[in-house]
């Protein structure tokens, strides 16, 4: 398996400082750069962030990690793919997710009632099929088009990932995506939703390439699991040990990610767990730190 690991800037992806950023990581040789969804907030939207951060770069990928697909329109989702593909051909990661993690926000992104599981998959499906046909009649049940073409066609199809760690969003993964990427997970839950991934896939006669799962990782350089963090992950997660999900320092990092690979995953998002006292510091100490456990 080929190790990556890639960074995101967590709370730090704000406009103001968001060129300087992704310059840093460039001339740092980091694998891929990384964009959340956050509707309320600064943090800059993961496709605009993508396409600036892409026309600014010359090796670095860039993905969503991760993206809200329902309540988007699935042909206008296809439309920005290619576009980014054209303009940066190999270096577009999309990854994308059922619904926003901030109950604030999911009414942002609406959908029929009860039926966002559905409306993701026929999304992924429609996307699926225009981003690797020159013309795509489809009629499903929320989405239809009629000889629709996007354009040029990505040299080579873009691989789509998703989200989530409930049963149903591993088996859409295994019967639908590429790759997965996870959060909030120990290596014993990750290995068995990998596990759970590539039976789904098996079932339909489909195969998750070994080297496509991956964990977002948020690593706290000292003094703790922040508070804040620490709420959220047991209002996430209720009864769990933050302290098991996020690594205190750069030591328990790169500890965590040797286990993590031991696991099956081999693709890693590594973010801070708080707003980082120097951004600039927290790179610099990233690729010095984790860079090297790359193969």
Do not use: C
Request: proline share 8%.
């Amino acid at each position: 398996m080929k190790v990556r690991i890639g960074v995101s800037l967590g709370p730090a992806a704000v406009p103001a400082v968001f060129a300087d950023a992704v310059d840093r990581v460039e001339a740092l040789g980091v694998d891929s750069l990384w964009l959340s969804e956050m509707v309320f907030g600064s943090l800059v939207e993961p496709f605009a962030g993508m396409a600036y951060a892409l026309s600014r770069t010359s090796r670095l990928k860039v993905g969503t990690g991760v993206a809200v697909l329902p309540g988007r329109h699935p042909v206008l989702v296809a439309k920005q793919l290619a576009s980014l593909a054209g303009l940066a051909p190999g270096r577009v990661l999309p990854v994308f997710g059922l619904q926003p993690a901030r109950p604030a926000e999911r009414g942002l992104f609406e959908v029929p009632a009860g039926r966002r599981a559905a409306v993701f998959e026929e999304s992924l499906r429609l996307i699926r099929l225009l981003l690797t046909q020159e013309e795509v009649s489809f009629r499903g049940e929320f989405f239809t088009v009629d000889g629709a073409h996007i354009g040029p066609l990505p040299a080579k199809p873009l691989d789509i990932w998703l989200g989530g760690s409930a049963p149903g969003a591993l088996s859409r993964v295994g019967r639908l995506a590429d790759g997965w990427l996870g959060s909030l997970l120990t290596t014993q839950e990750a290995r068995a939703a990998r596990e759970t991934i590539q039976a789904a896939a098996w079932g339909v006669g489909r195969e998750v390439e070994a080297d496509h799962f991956g964990i977002s990782l948020a690593v706290a350089p000292g003094g703790g699991v922040p508070a804040d963090l620490a709420t959220a992950i047991r209002q996430r997660r209720p009864g769990s040990d933050p302290a098991a999900l996020v690594p205190v320092g750069w030591s328990a990092a790169r500890r965590a990610i040797e286990q993590y690979v031991l696991a099956g995953i081999s693709k890693f998002v590594i973010r801070p767990a708080a707003p980082p006292a120097s951004l600039d510091g927290f790179l610099n100490d990233f690729a010095r730190e984790l860079m090297p456990l790359q193969t």
